[in-house]
């Protein structure tokens, strides 16, 4: 079954329809939604004709879990193309994307975290992922995480551990210039073609068999799809994650060499 079809989706999309249809004067919001939750509500909005009135955010740029906001249609009469996030910020002020508030988090000093040790500990105490979006770490023991206004005073007054040391959290007041880098570690190869088989089995470092076994079970995601058909085309701009592996984005699949082969580059999320 596609995602576009599941009830995962079709619940999420009903829950986007309703923001649309509310006659608001402030923008409404989701909760944060994953890249692949972006991706698909993304294409749904464009066909339905909607995209214009939407914009994704997740607190600063560069973010990767961001929620989708749907702007008033003045806002969206008023703006110049492109520019729908200056215009929300102009017309509906700070309070435009307020649903959204970063928090840090600071150890005591004694040991290095990791996003996990974060993820964790913050979700042991009771609330969803989708009330959290990107974990920033800032220093060895400090990080920042954007969190929805409905969670954050919760965060901040509660006692939190991350494994053995007593972390505080606050608001955060973020630079204009914060931003979030996402590191990525280059990926060459060649391949024989542009098949998803062949190029699974690069970015893996797989057998060409070993690849087709891996689609054929499930494994392999193409634009945040799992694939059944070995054959089926890749190309630059797509988004290629291998469970058990990582997630690669195709930068460019052309230029035959001498032997006819085709020249793979591509990033790997880090």
């Known amino acids: ?29 989701t909760a944060f939604l994953n890249p692949k ?3 698909f509500l993304s294409q ?17 740029p560069g973010a990767a879990r961001q929620k989708l906001f749907v702007l008033p249609l003045y806002v969206c009469d008023l703006c ?16 435009a994307f307020s649903s959204i508030v970063p928090l840090c988090i600071t150890g005591g000093g004694f040991r290095t975290f990791t996003h996990r040790d974060y993820l964790g500990s913050l979700l042991s105490l009771g609330i969803s992922r989708a009330s959290l979006g990107d974990i ?20 901040c007054g509660e006692n939190v551990r ?20 996402q590191r990525f570690s280059p990926v060459s190869d060649t391949v024989a073609s542009p098949r998803l088989d062949a190029v699974a089995a690069a970015l893996g470092n797989l057998s060409r068999e070993r690849a087709k076994e891996e689609i054929l079970r ?24 291998l469970h058990g592996v990582g997630k690669f984005e195709i ?18 999320y880090e």
């Open 44 to 60: 749904e909005l464009r066909r339905q004709g909607a995209f214009h009135r939407t914009l994704f955010y997740g607190g600063a």
């Open 218 to 241: 499930g494994a392999v995601e193409l634009n945040y799809e799992a694939q059944s058909a070995p054959d089926a085309p890749v190309a630059a701009g797509d988004i290629l994650t």
């Open 136 to 155: 920033v770490p800032t220093r060895e023991c400090a990080a920042v995480v954007f969190a929805d206004a409905a969670v954050a005073d919760f965060l």
């Open 162 to 181: 991350i494994a053995s040391d007593k972390v505080r959290i606050t608001r955060a007041t973020l630079p204009q210039s914060f931003c979030i880098v």
């Open 1 to 29: 079954m596609h995602y576009l079809d599941s009830d995962e989706f079709k619940l999420l999309f009903a829950h986007v329809r309703d923001l649309l249809d509310r006659p608001a004067a402030e923008a409404l919001s």
């Open 37 to 39: 939750e972006q991706y």
């Open 251 to 268: 930068a460019e699949l052309s230029d035959k060499t001498k032997k006819g082969r085709l020249r793979l580059l591509a990033k790997r």
């Open 80 to 95: 110049e193309d492109g520019g729908l996030f200056d215009a929300a910020k102009l017309y509906l002020g700070d309070e």
